[in-house]
């Protein structure tokens, strides 16, 4: 069996700052190939194609795309010909992703690229977090076989867990559970590092949705962090609390109210980035790549932290205005205390 226009798709992403600000560049916008009314960004991300480049024995395609929340996705498409046989497209599978040269090229490129998007950077990160995956990609069989069959003519299991291992009923099962076909000229097979992924017409959508949720998953991650740190040391510092600290404490209910507001526009901010309302199939994989890749678990452990946070926040604000009150009445106390002696001492 021979796969037409076989390609490796390799994705490093990095979270570079805060925020890109998209409208100081001077790029074209993204967006799906196939278009569909409910599936739409609200700030789509921009594009830079970077030209040609050599990697691994193949020639490819480098692009970037730029996401306004502080992530930038870069992709080597690299072309494997027009038409190869099975098995050279399963070598070029299992190895190329796995090349000890690949982390060195991609941070060289971005290196090369933070320099072109500075003016646009707000609070760029000196250490970026990052996500990878490859997408295996092709746009037929010969003799040519419809999505349904795909399943058992290649080794479907090898591709996307990137091992030559014969493996379980079990594990083929949950593979199945990942895979997706809108029509029978089309299938989607998530793993955890490679996305395995066949159109006839050569369209890469599923790929920008996998891409999206990494993305995503970078930003979440960076948010988590974030509200971990400023709630790491609370219970020791609430432990200490004494009505004479004030001003300590208004500094940390401060603190703790930036955070909250922070991290809960950033959240509303990506929920806004893409929209899938009623379009069944993209719906589908967007839940899917969310719960393999851990997006949506990460997306609850925050929420869990922002309502720990609010009740913290509540609980000093309450605690303050216990203080408040007492000195208020220590206050008036001293005051009437103080007439009532002069008025002794008066009389006396």
Not at 45 to 61: I, N
Not at 69 to 90: N, S, T, W, Y
Not at 203 to 219: C, P, R, S
Request: net charge negative; hydrophobic share 45%; glycine share 6%.
């Amino acid at each position: 069996m021979r796969l037409r226009g076989p390609k490796i798709a390799l994705y490093r992403l990095f979270d570079v700052a805060d925020e890109i600000e998209l409208d100081r560049l001077d790029l074209r916008r993204s967006r799906l190939v196939r278009p569909r009314s409910a599936v739409r960004f609200g700030e789509p991300p921009a594009e830079l194609d970077l030209g040609p480049r050599h990697f691994a024995g193949y020639t490819g395609q480098l692009s970037a795309r730029i996401y306004p929340f502080g992530v930038v996705a870069l992709r080597l498409r690299l072309d494997l010909g027009e038409a190869i046989p099975l098995e050279a497209f399963g070598e070029a599978a299992l190895s190329v992703p796995e090349s000890p040269e690949l982390g060195a090229f991609f941070e060289g490129e971005l290196a090369g690229l933070q320099k072109t998007l500075a003016p646009a950077l707000f609070r760029p990160f000196a250490e970026p977090e990052e996500e990878e995956f490859a997408v295996l990609f092709f746009t037929g069989t010969e003799p040519a076989l419809p999505a349904s069959a795909l399943f058992e003519a290649l080794p479907v299991a090898e591709l996307v867990l990137g091992e030559r291992e014969r493996f379980s009923p079990e594990v083929e099962g949950e593979l199945r559970r990942y895979a997706f076909s809108y029509t029978e000229e089309d299938l989607a097979v998530l793993g955890y590092e490679r996305v395995l992924l066949f159109d006839s017409e050569g369209i890469w959508d599923v790929a920008d949705l996998v891409e999206f949720v990494h993305a995503e998953l970078l930003e979440l991650a960076y948010y988590d962090r974030l509200l971990a740190a400023a709630l790491r040391d609370l219970p020791e510092e609430l432990a200490r609390y004494s009505p004479w600290r004030y001003r300590h404490y208004d500094r940390l209910r401060r603190r703790l109210m930036q955070v909250h507001a922070e991290v809960t526009e950033a959240r509303s901010r990506l929920a806004e980035v893409l929209k899938v309302t009623e379009d069944f199939f993209y719906a589908r994989v967007l839940r899917a790549a969310g719960r393999l890749y851990g997006a949506e678990e990460l997306a609850g452990a925050t929420a869990e932290k922002l309502e720990v946070l609010a009740d913290l926040h509540a609980k000093i604000a309450e605690e303050q205005n216990f203080a408040r009150a007492q000195a208020v009445e220590i206050g008036i106390f001293a005051l009437i205390l103080f007439e009532v002696l002069r008025a002794l001492w008066g009389g006396g």
